[in-house]
């Protein structure tokens, strides 16, 4: 079964060569045993970011960034996370979570110890965009009793309306 899989459609054959960055004599006409190629098909028109939504607050309590639509799907192409905590500050966490085929998923994380300062930011992209369940929110979480902090939070995505029209 192997020794027929080949690879004959010509478009499909320009999708591996200009995806995966391949020179015109290294295309893989026949494919090994072990190797299968995956072609995102979506269009790339329903790639594009037409998402984009921040938030910050100095209360400990959690902020919703966003909440998915439930009539059409949503990818998550990146994120970011700033959160700055004085050294009077008890042990914090922040973190930005949302849900992912039914389980919450952290996207991001910080956590501080006490009578430490604390300031910092980073962000994730994911080239493989990450499909978020129906109706999830998105939110920004941290929690402190004493000292004072700031956090921040900023997601991006496109969502696709899989409906025919």
């Known amino acids: 079964m192997a020794e027929n899989n080949q690879v004959t459609n010509k478009d499909a054959i320009k999708a591996l060569i200009d995806s995966a960055n391949l020179p015109i004599i290294d295309i893989p006409i026949k494919l090994a045993q072990s190797i299968v190629p995956i072609i ?8 594009v970011v037409n998402i984009g939504r921040s938030t910050a607050t100095t209360s400990p309590s959690n902020s919703t960034i966003y909440t998915t639509p439930t009539d059409r799907d949503f ?3 990146g994120a970011i996370l700033t959160a700055s905590y004085d050294a009077t500050a008890d042990n914090t966490f922040t973190h ?4 992912v085929n039914g389980y919450l998923f952290s996207i991001l994380e910080f956590r501080k110890i006490s009578l ?3 300031s910092d930011n980073t962000t994730i992209s994911f ?3 990450i499909k978020l369940d129906r109706g999830a929110t998105i ?3 941290g929690s402190f ?3 004072s902090g700031t956090k ?3 997601i991006f995505g496109y969502i696709v309306d899989t409906q025919q029209k």
């Open 152 to 154: 921040g939070a900023a």
């Open 40 to 47: 995102d098909i979506t269009p790339v028109a329903h790639r």
């Open 116 to 118: 430490t300062a604390f």
């Open 145 to 147: 009793n004493v000292g």
């Open 96 to 99: 930005l979570q949302t849900y």
């Open 127 to 129: 080239p493989t965009p």
């Open 139 to 141: 939110v920004l979480s």
């Open 75 to 77: 990818y998550l192409t």
